[in-house]
């Protein structure tokens, strides 16, 4: 085993230790925008470890570049998609958690007045 | 038209970087789709200047801020119970063109604590969504302070002195 190999394992199992930190956050958090905060930063550093530790392990170049790659798109689109999907479901008047103490985006949004309807009391539906 | 060079250039890599295998029916063939896409789009404010010096310490900065908020967002996973105090703050901005405001937004979502939730006044204000809410003046401030390392790296020098001056909304 060469130094590169365990270079490359170290950053991959650090890697995929950040990615599996990122999944329990989008269980753990309260509310969909805690959820994006897990969903965006961890997942992207996780990615971009796992990544070069591809690159150390792997000899060809090209296969660098295309690595090279996934990690400028992770860069590019994962801020874009939690900012799509905070901004929908804050327009669409998703409940913010108990845990918030300021809104200053409130009444400027175009997010309903009303809370959203209750969801069906547990029971009612065959998934709970 | 250095802009659109640039796009065409960053087409090319990305189109010979796909296919894994740099060849000069590649390049060619990447080459002429960037050229008729930044034809077809063009995009206006792309980095008209670029300091080397500001665009390192900027993704030096960068880099740091990710590991730091990646870190963060760990150990609130890994408290037996996360003690979050969520807010939305609004920011002014001043960037003076689009491209940058985009670069400020999605560069605020990678750093601790803050996620961009809200884009309005056509790109002046940005809100942003913070884990761990204690002063809204302070996340003002280390957002403008990112955008000023931005506009130093990227901005026009007319950009460079509109986020110099002070903040005339919201402040405080």
Redesign the interface.
Known sequence: MSVLDAIGGTLMVAGAALSLLAAIGLHRFPDVFARMHAATKPATLGLVLLVAGAAAVVEQGSVGLKLGLAAALQFITAPVASHMVGRSAYRSGTPLSPDTVLDELAGRSGRPDRPPPEPPAAGDAGIA | MKGRALVVLWLAV?W???W???SVPNLVVGVGLGVLLALRYPLRGFPPVARPRAVLYLGVTFAVD??A??L???R???SRR?R???????VPIHCPTRVLGMLV??????T??T????V?DGGRTL?I?V?R?RD?GAVRASVQALERRAVAAFGTREARQAVREPPTRGAG
């Not at chain 2, 979050?84 to 609004?90: D, F, H, N, S, Y």
């Not at chain 2, 937004?105 to 990678?110: D, F, G, I, K, T």
């Not at chain 2, 996620?115 to 809200?118: A, N």
């Open positions: 990305v010979v970087a796909l894994g295998a740099p990710l590991v908020s990646s963060e967002v760990a609130e996973v890994l996360p979050l105090r969520e807010g939305i703050v609004a937004a999605n560069m605020v979502s990678l601790p604590g996620l961009t939730v809200d309005a809100y969504h884990l809410l809204p």
